[in-house]
């Protein structure tokens, strides 16, 4: 199997007459909004590699967004499927979440999460985005190719913690390596998992230390490389404090110099073929009667507890919901794996949603290690947190978890991170058995 690469990148960043709304933090007022066009070091992009074998296109697409909602996700693989000749398992989308970018739509949800009515710009930039992100693709596709030898290595970081205070901590940086024959990389894709706020709540357009370190490596490596992030599982993985901008840069000089000293030392050889899939898991959601639902919505509308003001929007849009009709049971949360399938096998697994850290430690313990395994969060698409059983009711946690979706109030409709995904109900327990079942079945 041979295999090269070609790639593209595009901005993505917004004026502030385009789109002033920055995402990531609930608003208990007023929405925040960027004070300048202007980003803190460099542009948002979108950064696409085509991994070709044999002819074959697979796209790695990384955008220095919060998350791509699902209506977001569905409408650009329905453009990009006629631009070649590959599948949807074939394309795989992933947000870097920083919370210094574009409010979009549908998730998190404008108005629960920030209070905005008027959606004008947010749908308008949402719209030009997703040309953006459909043209560097097509760029990418266009491009020049390089032949390339693929490689995997895998390094150690230590800007997380687990802000929840469990025992998974994420460390391993992984990295897939494309590498022309003078021994020059052409492409670097790259994760780790933890949430890029190490710049904290800033007021100028930023993709944290992800982006960072990614300049950083395109300063060091030249145009000719694109270095591509994938995040990991973050869902409950912190950078260490104090946060600001040169916390952020200092997090981005660290990722960056573990990407390239293990770039530079090389990796083990990935041959084809390049096996991948696509597959949308239900997540059952622990139901209520909605006349049940109803009156506890109805009880926060007050805020007895204190609870942000995002909770009463909340609770004002899922009574609405309910008075139309409308019931939720369940979600979609899409599964997707990547598997280099010759001699030491790596398999990829590519898993949509704010996964917390359990689920990389799985797949990694059950695959061979680091060595045999990656995994990607926030892939795709991002409708809400993904949490394990420790952080559902009877877990680790009895006064309600965010990560989990619940409160103590009313513990079965949305809470926590519910409120601004946002979801009826809270998960089952049986959610985390139908994701677990999903991703064996899937990486076999």
């Known amino acids: 199997m041979a295999f090269s690469v070609s790639s593209a990148k595009v901005s993505i960043t917004p004026t502030i007459a385009q789109n002033p709304y920055m995402a990531g933090y609930g608003a208990q007022g007023a929405a925040r909004t960027v004070t300048s066009s202007t980003p ?53 989308l992933n947000a870097n979440h920083t919370h210094n970018g574009p409010v979009l739509i549908d998730m998190l949800q404008p108005y629960t999460a920030y209070g905005l009515s008027d959606l004008t710009l947010v749908r308008s930039y949402s719209d030009w985005l997703e040309d953006r992100i459909v043209s560097a693709v097509q760029s990418a596709l266009n491009a020049a190719r390089t032949s390339v030898s693929m490689e995997y290595a895998t390094t150690t970081a230590s800007i997380a913690f687990n802000r929840v205070g469990l025992s998974e901590v994420e460390r391993t940086v992984s990295i897939i390596i494309a590498r022309a024959g003078n021994g020059s990389p052409r492409a670097i894709v790259w994760s780790y998992g933890c949430h890029p706020i190490s710049a904290d709540w800033q007021e100028r357009w930023d993709g944290d230390w992800p982006a960072g370190a990614c300049g950083l490596l395109e300063s060091y490596y030249g145009s000719s490389c694109m270095p591509v992030f994938l995040q990991g599982a973050a869902g409950d993985q912190n950078p260490v404090y104090p946060w600001g901008w040169s916390q ?24 084809g073929p390049l096996l991948t899939s696509y597959t949308d898991v239900s997540l059952p959601l622990q139901t209520l009667s909605l006349s049940t639902a109803r009156s506890q919505y109805i009880g926060r509308f007050g805020n007895p507890w204190g609870q942000p003001a995002w909770y009463q929007r909340h609770a004002q849009v899922m009574v609405t919901r309910i008075d139309s009709g409308w019931s939720e049971s369940s979600f979609l949360n899409p599964l997707q794996s990547w598997k280099f399938s010759g001699g030491s096998p790596l398999r990829v697994a590519l898993v949509g949603g704010e996964v917390v850290s359990a689920y990389g430690h799985l797949v990694r313990n059950e695959n061979g290690g680091s060595n045999g395994a990656m995994f990607v969060g926030y892939a795709n698409e991002v409708s809400g947190y993904i949490p394990d059983l420790n952080f559902l009711p009877g877990g680790a946690f009895s006064d309600g978890s965010y990560e989990g979706g619940w409160e103590p109030d009313y513990p079965t409709i949305g809470g926590g991170n519910f409120t601004v995904y946002p979801h009826l109900f809270r998960f089952s327990t049986d959610a985390p058995y139908a994701l677990i079942d999903a991703l064996r079945a899937n990486l076999a």
């Open 40 to 92: 803190y070091s460099q542009p948002l992009y979108v950064r696409c590699v085509v991994l070709w074998e044999d002819g074959y296109p697979h796209a790695i697409i990384g955008v220095d967004v919060l998350a791509i909602p699902r209506a977001m996700n569905q409408s650009i693989r329905q453009r990009l499927l006629p631009l070649a000749g590959w599948s949807n398992s074939d394309i795989t």
């Open 248 to 271: 952020r840069d200092s997090h981005a000089s660290v990722l960056y110099s573990a990407v390239r000293n293990a770039v530079n030392a090389g990796g083990r050889s990935l041959s």
